[in-house]
């Protein structure tokens, strides 16, 4: 009965060791790579209200100008 006593308590001491262990080996652990942000994108003005927005969803008009909308383009024309 003694020998199962100390084998208990060395079986409990071994699991605390182990999930110490797993929690050391979890923290070091490097971190992910920061995202890489997205490059800037130009702002541009729209020619008929004055809206700024992306350069790619920029609709091209006549002398270069640049609108937010078809209709805006339209109306601008
Ligand atoms: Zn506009």
Not at 17 to 40: Q, Y
Request: glycine share 6%.
């Amino acid at each position: 009965m003694k020998y199962l006593l100390v084998i208990a308590i060395v079986w409990v001491a071994f699991v605390i060791w182990r999930n110490g262990r797993r929690r050391e080996v979890e923290r070091a652990a490097p971190p992910p790579p920061p995202a890489t942000p997205l490059p800037p994108q130009a702002m541009l003005r729209c020619a008929h209200c004055g809206l700024h927005l992306p350069a790619s969803d920029a609709l091209p008009g006549k002398d270069g100008k640049v609108y937010c909308s078809a209709a805006h383009r339209q109306a601008d024309a």
